[in-house]
């Protein structure tokens, strides 16, 4: 009997058919405090307003009689093994989110250290085509003018064969 907080879960429909003082299907609920374990009551499901739910706090017990000797206690310790059970999956699942962050990140590393490395030879592989670009476009542009300069000196020298 550790926690005397109040704790409940929901777990039956509301077979009665009660309506809360909204007028809506009230939800039924079970208690699990020190007072009530197991004990389930009608309670407002609330209304959706804005950002928020609205509750008109809406409340009648469904089980009539609380619970009592050996039951009670059973209903108390089957309880409290159930929180230990949670609690025991919580840590289980922020272990498992650690590790699986932490693999993440192992596998992370060589993939990043690839990346860097292929970025750099991109870039080397950049530099090197504008360098060829530039030796493509001289290289035109003397094969242009050679072209021009051999067509010029055979005009020049066939008119000069004419006239011998």
């Given at each position: 009997?550790?926690?005397?907080?109040?704790?409940?879960t929901m777990v039956h429909k509301n077979e009665k058919g009660i309506l809360c003082?909204?007028?809506?299907?009230a939800r039924v609920v079970q208690a699990w405090t020190d007072d009530n374990p197991g004990r389930r009551f009608?309670?407002?499901e609330g209304r959706k307003?804005?950002?928020?739910?609205?509750?008109?706090?809406?409340?009648?017990?469904?089980?009539?009689e609380r619970p009592h000797g050996w039951q009670y206690l059973a209903l108390l310790e089957a309880r409290d093994i159930m929180r230990g059970q949670k609690e025991?999956?919580?840590?289980?699942?922020?272990?498992?989110?650690?590790?699986?962050?932490?693999r993440e990140r192992q596998l992370e590393s060589p993939a990043l250290e690839e990346l860097k490395v292929s970025r750099e030879e991109c870039e080397a592989l950049k530099r090197?085509?504008?360098?060829l670009s530039e030796r493509s476009r001289v290289f035109r542009n003397v094969l242009i003018s050679s072209t021009f300069g051999f067509v010029v000196v055979l005009g020049?020298?066939?008119?000069?064969?004419k006239q011998h």
């Open positions: 009997m550790a926690h005397s907080a109040s704790s409940s003082k909204c007028k809506k299907l009608y309670g407002c307003v804005d950002h928020g739910y609205e509750s008109c706090n809406f409340f009648q017990w469904y089980d009539v025991e999956i919580k840590q289980m699942k922020e272990s498992m989110r650690a590790l699986t962050h932490e090197e085509v504008l360098v020049v020298m066939v008119a000069m064969g």
